[in-house]
């Protein structure tokens, strides 16, 4: 046996965590941590930071809930990915990747700056197409950061850390655009604030700097194997064109209702989107896809071809529509051909895994800050302790479980427990919206109610108000539902993440995990118009009961994947074992 091997096998033969330990000095893993926050940045900014600045200035949340559409560019992002699968870029002076996580970088962080200079008020649809713009650079971004991750890893430990270090480094910047947000908007206001996050995105450019270029990225397309050589050339510009022509549909229908909710009076129906072109919308955009490539499978067979180059002579609009199989259908493809009917678990799972808490995402502070339909009106100071410094710790605490805890009993467990929790922890809302009764109670009976009152009261210190230790019990229950909620999100975002990781192939990994990513915020994101709608009808107690329920979609998914794999792992031995005919 060969030195290299040897030690290769030794390694092998380590405790899992120990390996992990390992790969902790690579320079990739301090790279992952700074691109994280790079990628977290400008989603708190327009996500969180913005709707606080909206709240702060008396926008409806039905308003604010319609605004938070914007943030479909993250839920769709798989849309342009196939641009992105091969690593390409003009003028690539570090590499195709990098270069293009750097021109990405700059005008977001230019956008962050030019933000708070607009006027909810008056001008909410320029603070719209101004946010529209970072959602849509931070996206991309998005798949850049995630095809580079994928592509640099070399072993599964080094996919379950970067996983985490990517936890850590975008939680890291909700704790710059939440508590240190909220706390110097006190003080300085909201241009200082997005000033300073804008300066933090220049900063985790140093990520981009020492990050290493994937060695994956210089293998060239044409030498890769492709669907495209074993279909018809009419059917395969067909496919291309109908899935090319369901996309447009869905993004005019999507940007339709954004541009009708910020021009017209009175706005268009969330309720009615939802329920009506939601639907649709998805349907089109990843049922229609979907739906093709297991077609192309089931009648073609489920081995590809080699790649054929386009003849100098073809026309260009057939050698467009040959690039777009290529990017979209070949992803697609080896997926569903690669896991079966388990690619619609894997689905189903990306759509409604995280659904609770994208849903919920957007009206947080609303409920955090405003006074009616049973939110608690705090102020920001206390929100900033509670939500953006305590609960960032319990989040990245979480994260920390998350991963220790896969790192013993593997990903699918730590998966179903994940589902259970998030959708769990939506109970403690709902008895913070009617009181904090059981919340009371619970901290009676543990005793910590004392120690995060006197927590409380160093809140109040810092708030220019003065009155943040009014009611030390509202606050105790504050940060006690944040702790839980945040624990399991935390606990929940590294599990998925290291399973959506661990289900991509690195070849494809530009559309894979932008599509498998993208669902995960798909239905939630197309929900907050309706849920906003219904905390103005019903309140917020009503809606926490929902989503606790919709949870529940997710447990049985995640126990049902977790059979699958079971099953595939127990039939592989026995698949060696059988002899050969």
Do not use: C
């Not at 390996?19 to 940045?41: F, I, N, Q, S, T």
């Not at 991309?140 to 270090?165: F, G, N, Q, Y």
């Not at 108000?465 to 509202?474: I, L, Y």
Request: cysteine-free; overall charge neutral.
């Amino acid at each position: 046996m060969s030195p290299p091997a040897a030690e290769a096998e030794t390694r092998s033969a380590e405790p899992r965590f120990i390996r992990a330990l390992r790969a902790l000095r690579d320079r990739r893993m301090a790279a992952m941590l700074l691109l994280a926050l790079a990628a977290g940045l400008p989603y708190g900014a327009v996500l969180g930071t913005l709707n606080a600045w909206l709240t702060t200035e008396n926008v409806s949340p039905s308003t604010i809930g319609t605004l938070s559409l914007i943030t479909l560019g993250y839920a769709f992002k798989y849309l342009w990915s196939p641009a992105f699968q091969t690593a390409r870029h003009p003028k690539p002076v570090l590499g195709p990747r990098r270069t293009w996580l750097i021109s990405l970088q700059l005008p977001i962080a230019a956008l962050l700056i030019l933000l708070p200079f607009t006027n909810p008020g008056s001008q909410i649809g320029i603070v719209a197409l101004v946010a529209l713009g970072v959602a849509l650079l931070s996206a991309t971004h998005d798949i850049v950061l995630d095809a580079w991750r994928i592509e640099v890893a070399r072993s599964d430990e080094d996919k379950d850390l970067m996983s985490a270090l990517y936890q850590f480094g975008y939680r890291a910047a909700t704790f710059v655009t939440g508590f240190l947000a909220l706390l110097l908007a006190e003080y300085f206001g909201w241009a200082f604030v997005y000033g300073l996050i804008a300066l933090m995105m220049v900063l985790a450019i140093s990520g981009t700097l020492i990050a290493p270029e994937p060695e994956l990225s210089e293998a060239p397309s044409s030498a890769r194997e492709s669907y495209q050589s074993v279909l018809p050339d009419r059917s395969l510009m067909g496919y291309s064109l109908a899935v090319t022509l369901g996309w447009a549909l869905a993004i005019a229908m999507i940007s339709w209702h954004v541009f009708a909710s910020l021009t017209m009076t009175p706005p268009p129906s969330g309720r009615a989107f939802v329920l009506e072109q939601g639907p649709v919308i998805v349907g089109l955009t990843v049922l229609l896809p979907a739906g093709l490539a297991t077609w192309l499978l089931s009648r073609h067979g489920r081995k590809p071809g080699t790649s054929l180059p386009d003849a100098p002579s073809d026309p260009r609009a057939a050698k467009v529509l040959r690039s777009l199989f290529r990017a979209i259908f070949d992803p697609l493809m080896e997926m569903i051909g690669r896991l079966g009917w388990g690619a619609v678990l894997v689905l189903l799972l990306a759509l409604t895994y995280r659904f609770t808490d994208a849903v919920w995402g957007a009206f947080a502070y609303p409920f955090y800050l405003g006074t009616e339909y049973g939110a608690i009106n705090h102020t920001m100071a206390d929100v900033a302790v509670a939500s953006k410094f305590f609960g960032v710790l319990m989040t990245m605490a979480g994260a920390a479980i998350g991963v220790v805890v896969i790192s013993l009993i593997g990903r699918m467990p730590v998966l179903v427990i994940g589902a259970i929790v998030a959708a769990a922890t939506n109970l403690l809302f709902a008895d913070l919206s009617r009181g904090g009764m059981a919340l009371d109670a619970f901290l009676d009976w543990t005793r910590m109610g004392e120690p995060l009152r006197m927590f409380a009261g160093w809140a109040a210190s810092i708030s220019p108000e003065g009155h943040g230790a009014e009611a030390g019990r509202r606050m105790a229950r504050l940060m006690l539902a944040i702790a839980g909620e945040n624990l399991a999100g935390g606990f929940a975002s590294v599990a998925v993440v290291a399973y959506l990781t661990s289900v991509v192939n690195p070849r494809f990994a530009a559309v894979q995990y932008a599509l498998l990513g993208s669902l995960t915020m798909l239905i939630g994101t197309l929900g907050r118009p309706w849920l906003g709608g219904m905390i103005e009808n019903q309140g917020y107690y009503t809606v926490f009961i929902v989503t606790f329920w919709l949870g529940g979609v997710a447990v049985v998914l995640s126990i049902i994947e977790w059979i699958r794999q079971a099953r595939q792992r127990w039939a592989e031995p026995s698949a060696a074992a059988a002899p050969a005919e």
